[in-house]
């Protein structure tokens, strides 16, 4: 599984920021083994990794709280795609911004262990706000 | 609180052990996982599951939890294992939530 993220690189402030991630070499849909959710995780520049929210392929989201007022993330099964919308954007905003694939799985021993874990990235776009 | 904490950094001479760790009240109750970041590239799943391994991941990269503790160690550095360390794990406080620590830089003498 690939994923790809593109948009603009060069935003102004207010505007809304908006980037595709694309899926390719597998599907964007979860099985009935397997269970997929679709991240969107930023890193600001010298800065570590900040998770911003995640969708599932029937649409369910949770968003980070600091985040959850500004930010709309959707899913297209179709075409194998994962959006990410970010409204009134500002220099802070500036960051790598990357998808990634979380996998939930189980393990059963004496008990059943649910793990989460992103086990895909994309390598990253670069917005700028200016 | 919803927080995990790292050392900002870490250094290991070339061939020996360094552990790494991660705190927060959250691991008590959720599973951590490790990513491994070089610069300019996007991380790289080296742990889930406190202990799991992904396939290709080297044999050398172990995990271990206890408490509000999650460690990372690398036995017998390389070279190019020099990179931003994060940790991961559900929120406790809400599971719907992903929660990352701030990171550590291990730097390979």
């Known amino acids: 599984v690939h994923l790809q993220e593109s948009g603009p690189g060069l935003l102004k402030p207010s505007e809304t920021l908006s980037l595709t991630c694309t899926v390719s070499g597998g599907s964007i849909s979860s099985g009935s083994i397997r269970r997929y959710y679709w991240n969107w995780i930023r890193q600001s520049p010298g800065k570590g990794l900040e998770w911003i929210g995640y969708?599932?392929?029937?649409?369910?989201?949770n968003y980070s709280p600091s985040l959850k007022s500004r930010v709309t993330i959707s899913i297209d099964t179709s075409t194998n795609e994962v959006s990410l919308k970010l409204n009134s954007v500002t220099a802070a905003d500036t960051a790598v911004y990357f998808c990634?694939?979380?996998?939930?799985?189980?393990?059963?021993?004496?008990?059943?262990?649910?793990?989460?874990?992103?086990?895909?990235w994309g390598k990253g776009s670069t917005v700028t706000v200016s | 609180s919803s927080e995990l904490t790292q050392d900002p950094a870490v250094s290991v001479a070339l061939g020996q052990t360094v552990k790494i760790t991660c705190q927060g009240d959250?691991?008590?109750?959720?599973?951590a996982n490790w990513y491994q970041q070089k610069s300019g590239q996007a991380p790289v799943l080296v742990i889930y599951?406190?202990?799991h391994r992904p396939s290709g991941i080297p044999a050398r990269f172990s995990g271990s939890s206890s408490g509000n503790t999650a460690s990372l160690t690398i036995a017998g550095a390389q070279a190019e294992d020099e990179a931003d360390y994060y940790c991961n794990c559900r929120d406790s406080n809400d599971r719907h939530l992903e929660l990352f620590g701030g990171g550590t830089k291990v730097t390979v003498l």
């Open positions: 969708i599932f392929d029937n649409g369910g989201t």
């Open positions: 599951g406190e202990v």
């Open positions: 959250s691991l008590r109750r959720s599973y």
């Open positions: 990634a694939r979380g996998r939930e799985t189980s393990e059963t021993t004496w008990r059943v262990s649910y793990y989460y874990y992103m086990d895909v």
